[in-house]
């Protein structure tokens, strides 16, 4: 990665001009309990989801797979869902070293990563360390079901933004074609919104936002590290 600066525990990170208000943040909670779960193949297995960053550098790319499925006997099923791509393979965890062995269709022989895990394990976050960056992943528990879904509508330094977010989970900035996915869960701060994105000609982003919806509004609320608002929220209304 190009970028050297690191921030630790949060990201702040401003985009493009269309999404300035919106800030990058950190939200997890280190466990309370000095007791961790242990960390082996029948404590990960099933299925974890990417939703919250502890330590990356700026800017923070999303990990490319973002919903890994541990399945018995070393199988697992990896999914990269900017890609629409899936992949089946298998894993040995070492202590808390964890090798994926895949099949991509374009590579003659599988492909292997090694990916260490957080040892400081709770057995409700599930957190892979890549070269520095420190991604978390949660189960499928852990995710709202409030329903955001639908066309929301804000005006901007005198442009007009359409979110589309689909009922799948996917995430469209219409006028800009920024497409990619979001997920609903609560932190530490509050009802939060990761949106994993790709830009044209950028790559991959992460935004997190508190947010909040009333009837036909969806009010995203940037915050720092400290949970203390210092940008203008984004509001959005419901296209009828």
């Given at each position: 990665?190009?970028?050297?600066?690191?921030?630790?525990?949060?990201?702040?990170?401003?985009?493009?001009?269309?999404?300035?208000?919106m800030?990058?943040?950190?939200?997890?909670?280190?466990?309370?309990?000095?007791?961790?779960?242990?960390?082996?193949?029948?404590?990960?297995?099933?299925?974890?989801?990417?939703?919250?960053?502890?330590?990356?550098?700026?800017?923070?790319?999303?990990?490319?797979?973002?919903?890994?499925?541990f399945?018995k006997?070393g199988?697992?099923?990896?999914?990269?869902?900017?890609?629409?791509?899936?992949?089946?393979?298998?894993?040995?965890?070492?202590?808390?070293?964890?090798?994926?062995?895949?099949?991509?269709?374009?590579?003659?022989?599988?492909?292997?990563?090694?990916?260490?895990?957080?040892?400081?394990?709770?057995?409700?976050?599930?957190?892979?360390?890549?070269?520095?960056?420190?991604?978390?992943?949660?189960?499928?528990?852990?995710?709202?079901?409030?329903?955001?879904?639908?066309?929301?509508?804000?005006?901007?330094?005198?442009?007009?933004?359409?979110?589309?977010?689909?009922?799948?989970?996917?995430?469209?900035?219409?006028?800009?074609?920024?497409?990619?996915?979001?997920?609903?869960?609560?932190?530490?701060?509050?009802?939060?919104?990761?949106?994993?994105?790709?830009?044209q000609?950028?790559?991959?982003?992460?935004?997190?936002?508190?947010y909040?919806?009333?009837?036909?509004?969806?009010?995203?609320?940037?915050?720092?590290?400290?949970?203390?608002?210092?940008?203008?929220?984004?509001?959005?209304?419901?296209?009828?």
């Amino acid at each position: 990665m190009d970028n050297k600066m690191r921030v630790s525990g949060r990201t702040i990170v401003r985009l493009s001009l269309f999404l300035a208000p919106m800030l990058l943040l950190g939200a997890y909670v280190t466990p309370a309990s000095s007791e961790n779960a242990k960390l082996d193949a029948n404590s990960i297995e099933g299925t974890w989801y990417y939703a919250d960053v502890r330590k990356a550098y700026i800017p923070v790319a999303p990990t490319k797979f973002d919903i890994m499925e541990f399945r018995k006997e070393g199988g697992i099923k990896l999914t990269a869902t900017l890609e629409k791509r899936t992949f089946d393979g298998t894993y040995t965890l070492v202590g808390n070293d964890l090798t994926l062995s895949f099949q991509v269709p374009e590579k003659p022989s599988p492909v292997e990563l090694k990916v260490k895990l957080d040892s400081t394990y709770d057995g409700r976050a599930l957190i892979t360390i890549i070269q520095g960056n420190e991604m978390v992943f949660y189960r499928s528990s852990t995710f709202l079901s409030e329903d955001i879904t639908g066309n929301w509508v804000t005006q901007g330094e005198g442009q007009k933004q359409t979110m589309i977010l689909g009922k799948d989970g996917s995430y469209l900035l219409k006028e800009a074609n920024v497409f990619g996915y979001y997920r609903l869960w609560e932190s530490k701060h509050g009802k939060t919104m990761t949106t994993v994105m790709y830009i044209q000609g950028e790559g991959g982003y992460t935004l997190f936002s508190l947010y909040e919806r009333k009837t036909d509004r969806l009010i995203l609320i940037p915050q720092s590290e400290n949970g203390f608002q210092k940008e203008k929220a984004v509001t959005f209304t419901l296209s009828k």
